[in-house]
């Protein structure tokens, strides 16, 4: 049947009124995938805004309302909007899914821009060097070569007067005396290491007669005059150098005379000069005066340069009877031994002159028949003669002795020993 001319203008206008909403539906839609594929391109997925949901919200609300309005006429159109307003919808997997993946992407944004800027390069910021290490390091170094130096002149000092070579024969000649030896050894090393000082060395032997004090003054004598000119050693014996008759002031002026001598010299040649002065306790109150002066440590630094050994009997008393009552011990070779005798004839020294309070007080104790036996058998050597051990004994019988448990010491020490073997 053919349709009526007036139903056609009616129908136009009605398609009409129903592509206009239509046509803006497809451009939304073209812009969504417009949208969709340059975010997908760029990697750089974003929450979507409250509003561009809201807005999309409404979009969806309004196509559904059109729908409905128009009824059966946008029949042929309901697939096509259906499947036009699934790109409407939210699909909750996909956009968890891509909230998740930017929110990691944010946290290890900001974590980078934390640690590593944009705009610099990932590495750790350089350390500045300071100046002052270096100095430090610089400081370290001299004073070590400071005193690697110092030891090595240490080692030449000691080394020039040879006094490893005087300690073997100062053990080997001298008896019963092993702790004194030690002591004096200790004390010159420590002195002769360098050549500055700030006070002389004095060192005084003290103890009983023929207990060895003589002997040790004599072998530093010879040994000190083997490595050094006979001009730096001078041995003072009171009863020579200043015997009775003479007056105390002819015997000061002689003995500073020598002694201011020597020092000079010696400075001169960098050399340290050895004193033995022997009998001290023979001496006059003028000449221990005269002797005090030169031990003073504000003086010239020549008079600090040198070394005094002083031997005497004063104290050998106190020592007999300290030995006698610690006989059974094995104090007497030890160094506490040394010390307690110390701190019982230092006050007995000091109260004769006060010039033993700037000496280094060292005592001999009494020696044993063993010790006696020896001293026979080295003097014998020493005259070329060479006797049985039991002629020795027999001789070493006829001395006096302090008998105390099963030990015995002698009253005079090797004193006589000289005079017995003369009379073989």
């Known amino acids: 049947e053919e349709v009526p001319d007036t139903e ?14 239509l046509r803006a539906i497809i451009r939304l839609r073209r812009r969504y995938r417009v949208q969709k594929k340059s975010r997908l391109h760029l990697e750089l997925p974003r929450e979507k805004p409250s509003e561009l949901v809201h807005t999309r919200l409404l979009q969806r609300q309004l196509s559904l309302n059109r729908t409905s309005l128009y009824g059966s006429s946008m029949s042929f159109f309901n697939q096509t909007s259906f499947e036009t307003s699934q790109y409407f919808t939210f699909d909750t997997s996909v956009e968890q899914s891509a909230m ?6 944010k946290n290890r944004r900001k974590s980078r821009i934390v640690l590593y800027p944009d705009k610099t390069k990932r590495y750790l910021p350089t350390e500045e060097k300071s100046k002052a290490k270096r100095c430090l390091l610089l400081l370290i170094v001299i004073i070590f070569f400071q005193i690697l130096n110092a030891i090595e002149n240490l080692d030449d000092n000691l080394q020039k007067y040879d006094l490893d070579g005087l300690e073997k024969t100062m053990h080997r000649e ?20 360098t050549h500055i000082h700030n006070k002389p060395l004095v060192i005084s032997l003290n103890g009983p007669t023929g207990v060895g004090k003589s002997h040790v003054g004599w072998l530093l004598a010879k040994h000190f005059r083997s490595v050094m000119d006979n001009d730096f050693v001078l041995q003072y014996f009171v009863m020579h150098h200043c015997p009775n008759g003479v007056a105390p002031l002819t015997c000061e002026i002689d003995l500073s005379k020598k002694i201011s001598d020597m020092v000079t010299r010696a400075e001169i040649e960098e050399k340290i000069p050895l004193f033995i002065l022997d009998e001290v306790e023979l001496m006059s109150p003028v000449l221990l005066d005269t002797l005090s002066r030169f031990f003073e440590p504000n003086q010239t630094n020549e008079f600090l340069n040198a070394i005094y050994i002083l031997i005497s009997n004063i104290g050998g008393g106190e020592i007999t009877k300290f030995v006698i009552q610690n006989a059974s011990a094995e104090l007497l070779h030890q160094q506490k031994g040394a010390e307690e005798l110390l701190n019982i004839i230092q006050p007995v020294l000091i109260d004769v002159h006060p010039l033993w309070k700037s000496a280094d007080i060292i005592p001999f104790i009494l020696l044993e028949k063993t010790h006696v036996i020896n001293c026979f058998l080295e003097e014998m050597r020493g005259e070329g003669l060479y006797p049985e051990q039991k002629h020795v004994e027999n001789l070493a019988s006829q001395l006096s002795y302090y ?16 005079a017995k073997v003369n009379l073989l």
């Open 8 to 21: 056609v203008p009616g129908a136009s206008r009605k398609m009409s009124s129903i592509s206009s909403p």
């Open 100 to 105: 998740k993946k930017s929110r990691r992407k």
């Open 174 to 193: 001298v008896f019963g005396q092993k702790v004194a030896v030690e002591s004096i050894m200790e004390l010159l090393k420590d002195y002769l290491a």
């Open 403 to 418: 008998t105390t448990g099963d030990k015995q010491y002698s009253r005079m020490g090797c004193k006589q020993v000289v």
